[in-house]
């Protein structure tokens, strides 16, 4: 019985690091549906956006290091701090601005290209952002914090202390990040199926020719989605860069989105949740149950096996479409 | 067609044809050292059926894609409702009411037959961003106004039973006839069709032949079309160029061109010394 109340412990955990996974992931399947693109680039888009946060928040001198070597000075801080809601929506503001300027430099210019000159072209944009960002903010690790509550939820611990004679710890950061990427989900969800630039949108991710024809401007539609995936991107900064502080290796989490969008399928919204939740819970679990016979840290890989138990028998993932070529 | 005039014409059948919606000058269309389309004039006029045939290879899909701003001439003038038309993108076309089918359709595979439809409305919907995004009075209003017009139309081709049905799943005959319904549903004034009937039996090219001469009658579009099959060109248009080799070899009613010496040499071949 305490096996199993621990159990049901761990695999709540699970469930809210699937939603941060499932976080990351969104943001790969919005560009993917809209422009057939896998956007390397889309962890490091997360790494930039906490970066950014950060750098408004505390007054920090874009490109301080450069100005200071160039012109000799010492500048580092303006000297003034910025209030969370508006450095967030600065930051918005500069995914949107990057986002235009991805459409105009990159994109633009490799329209009708085969998806894997694409793909490479994401990978570039990688390395290029994360290099922007260290010389814009500096390399050091940093701390972010917009005010989100974090630490255990006492009045969880109390009630199941009370129902089970055993307290849960579960931290309050995790259950706002399930809130506000519920929120986010059904908020895309019914922009896409909903409204006329969803279905834009949609249309694009279709065919270019047709949409086209139709009178949908490309340049028009790529810049929406991935000023909407610097969003996505933002709010997953924002998640995991509050719990493990803001630094190089947050954009590695996208890593962990590959084996989500392998199980839910590259171009379905849904997918992504359920394949973020099917991992975060599998891997606790797992850890949980077959961890201490194999020396544990199975967490490091049970996803991609997983994954690619998936690529062997469902190629498509749980929601992908079905590729179904005739001959 | 002998009472041709600036102001119009009155066709076999008695209909009344208006001046020129659309006319293109001396336009000359190179692909590298290639040329698709040399020095050919024409004009399409206000209400009329007009049709351009000639052999595979021809430059017709290549004219049409000129008129629909997916290429852009080296060379000519194109002019729509007595303007200059500059240098501009397909879907800017699209916003002036040039709507278009293609000869390997294009559709949304992945959407509804109704979803495709709707898209050929996107320029007629005129909410904003952030009122469509949260879904506000006008923005709904608009989405109901606009489903109304395109039930119309679903009703008019006949495919109501299919509606709900993703396009990926249909046959070839009403996959063509959906990509019609999405570009009837821009409510264009010039309507092009490329190939509209290609690949289809006997009687799909009925249906279809039947659709057009409906969708001319009922709403006066102005239809331009590609055809390879000469009986059915010359069953349903007002009037015909003919192109071959990327040129014009021939313009007129469908008598007029059946007679062209050039034009018979074209299809059927010529002994050159």
């Known amino acids: 019985m305490d096996q199993l109340i621990f159990a049901s412990e761990v695999m709540l955990n699970g469930l809210m690091t699937g939603v941060m996974y499932a976080l990351v992931a969104l943001g790969f399947v919005l560009i993917f549906k809209a422009s057939g693109v896998f956007n390397y680039a889309q962890g ?75 793909f490479m072209a994401t990978i570039g944009l990688a390395y290029f952002l ?28 109390s009630v199941t202390d009370s129902w089970f004679g055993y307290g849960y710890f579960i931290d309050r950061l995790d259950i706002w990040a399930t809130v506000i990427a519920a929120l986010l989900v059904a908020a895309l969800v019914a922009f896409a199926q909903y409204t006329k630039q969803g279905r834009a949108m949609r249309a694009v991710a279709d065919d270019h020719q047709a949409a086209l024809s139709v009178g949908i401007s490309l340049r028009f539609i790529w810049v929406m989605v991935w000023s909407i995936a610097g969003f996505v991107a933002l709010v997953a900064g924002i998640m995991w860069g509050t719990k493990s502080g803001v630094q190089f290796s947050l954009s590695l989490i996208a890593l962990k989105a590959l084996p989500v969008l392998m199980l839910g399928g590259f171009t379905s919204i849904p997918g992504a949740i359920v394949g973020g939740l099917i991992i975060g819970v599998g891997e606790k679990l797992f850890e949980f149950a077959i961890g201490p016979m194999v020396g544990g840290a199975t967490e490091n890989w049970f996803a991609y096996v997983l994954a690619l138990l998936f690529l062997v028998f469902r190629p498509q993932g749980l929601f992908g479409e079905r590729i179904i070529e005739r001959v | 067609m002998n009472s041709m005039t600036s102001d119009g014409y009155i066709t076999a059948d008695g209909r009344q044809i208006g001046g020129k919606l659309m006319e293109l000058k001396n ?247």
Request: hydrophobic share 45%; aromatic share 6%; charged share 20%.
């Open chain 1, 44 to 118: 490091v888009l997360a790494l930039f956006a906490a970066l950014t946060l950060v750098g408004i928040q505390n007054g920090q001198v874009p490109f301080a290091h450069l100005i200071n070597a160039a012109f000799g000075t010492s500048l580092h801080h303006f000297g003034w701090t910025v209030p969370s809601i508006l450095a967030v929506a600065l930051t918005a503001l500069v995914m949107v601005g990057l986002a235009f300027l991805i459409e105009k430099l990159v994109l633009q210019h490799l329209v009708g290209q085969e998806p894997i000159i694409l």
């Open chain 2, 27 to 273: 336009i000359t269309l190179r692909f590298g050292g290639v040329v698709a389309i040399k020095d050919i004039s024409f004009d399409i006029r206000q209400g009329e059926i007009r049709a351009i045939i000639g052999p595979n290879g021809a430059g017709k899909s290549s004219m049409l894609n000129v008129v629909s701003g997916f290429y852009h001439p080296q060379e000519g003038e194109v002019w729509f409702k007595g303007q200059r038309r500059q240098p501009m993108k397909p879907h800017q076309v699209a916003g002036l009411g040039v709507a278009r089918t293609f000869q390997n359709i294009a559709l949304f595979d992945g959407m509804s037959v109704l979803d495709n439809i709707m898209t050929g409305r996107l320029k007629k919907m005129k909410a904003g961003f952030l009122s469509q995004a949260i879904w506000w009075g006008k923005a709904e209003r608009e989405e109901n106004e606009n489903r109304a017009a395109v039930e119309r139309i679903i009703d008019f081709l006949e495919i109501q039973n299919i509606r709900k049905t993703p396009v990926g799943r249909l046959p070839y005959g009403l996959k063509k006839r959906v990509e019609l319904a999405r570009a009837l549903a821009a409510e264009p004034q010039l309507l092009l069709l490329d190939e509209p009937m290609a690949g289809m039996n006997v009687e799909e090219k009925e249906d279809m032949s039947r659709f057009i001469l409906d969708v001319n009658d009922e709403f006066g579009t102005t239809i331009c079309l590609i055809e390879h099959d000469m009986g059915v060109v010359m069953d349903l248009s007002d009037r015909v160029v003919v192109m071959d080799y990327g040129r014009k070899i021939g313009d007129g009613t469908p008598d007029e061109v059946r007679n062209n010496q050039q034009v018979i040499d074209a299809y059927l071949g010529v002994a050159h010394e």
């Open chain 1, 130 to 157: 994360e290099g922007l960002g260290d010389v814009m903010w500096g390399a050091d690790i940093k701390t972010l914090d917009v005010g989100l509550p974090q630490g255990i939820s006492e009045s969880i611990e």
